[in-house]
């Protein structure tokens, strides 16, 4: 990083220099994408082993190629905001230093602020990004397995420790909600702290032998 930032000579080269460029998106997008899948087979593990004690996690293996198509998509949509949302706020920042009446500083102090201020930024973005990737996948992951094993009398608590916002107190105070209205509710908002919790009301029977852990058998 620094001897690229010490060939930084001038404001588009640092911003040459500190921008995402497609590939990275293409990048990051994949790097999304395996969290979500990551976080998908976590999640349909944690199900399946409420039922299944003896399930392990080497069983559970996303192969359906709807889902995989939908955290795709996701991943790319994300990446692509990511990058605009970054290389824009790159720009006003190199702006609002470009316009400090004190510009006692050479390029080389320069770059390093901005490099600074790139990973800052970065610190901060980390957990809400982290979250939003692994939250649709966690909840489309408990979905997909209640209806594709024909689990039906299932309501879904919405959960959290953390405060809640308007949205989720109310969907807190009419727990429990039903499979569908997940479906339509999935996670209200981004940097959400909360999480639907399955609760079935009659002993689930689920038979080892075609338990749905993923695979392409439906939709
Ligand atoms: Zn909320």
């Excluded at 190199?94 to 201020?117: G, H, T």
Aim: proline share 4%.
């Amino acid at each position: 990083m620094q001897d690229q930032l010490l060939k930084a000579l001038n404001w588009d080269d640092l911003y040459q220099s500190l921008h995402f460029s497609t590939l990275e998106k293409n990048q990051l997008a994949e790097a999304l994408y395996n969290t979500k899948v990551a976080a998908y087979e976590e999640a349909l593990f944690q199900e399946a082993h409420r039922y299944l004690p003896s399930i392990t996690k080497d069983q559970v293996h996303l192969t359906n190629q709807y889902t995989k198509g939908v955290l795709k998509k996701q991943a790319n949509l994300h990446a692509s905001y990511i990058l605009k949302t970054h290389n824009a706020d790159l720009k006003k920042y190199l702006n609002i230093i470009k316009q400090d009446k004190y510009p006692l500083r050479n390029s080389l102090q320069i770059a390093q602020e901005v490099d600074k201020w790139t990973q800052a930024r970065f610190k901060k973005r980390a957990q809400l990004i982290a979250r939003t990737e692994s939250f649709t996948p966690i909840t489309k992951a408990q979905t997909d397995f209640y209806r594709q094993n024909k689990i039906s009398n299932t309501k879904f608590y919405f959960k959290s420790d953390k405060a809640s916002c308007k949205v989720c107190k109310v969907l807190v105070k009419n727990n429990p909600h039903s499979l569908n209205k997940v479906l339509r509710v999935g996670i209200p908002h981004p940097n959400c702290p909360h999480q639907w919790v399955a609760h079935v009301e009659k002993k689930v029977e689920l038979n080892p032998a075609n338990v749905w852990l993923g695979g392409a058998n439906l939709r």
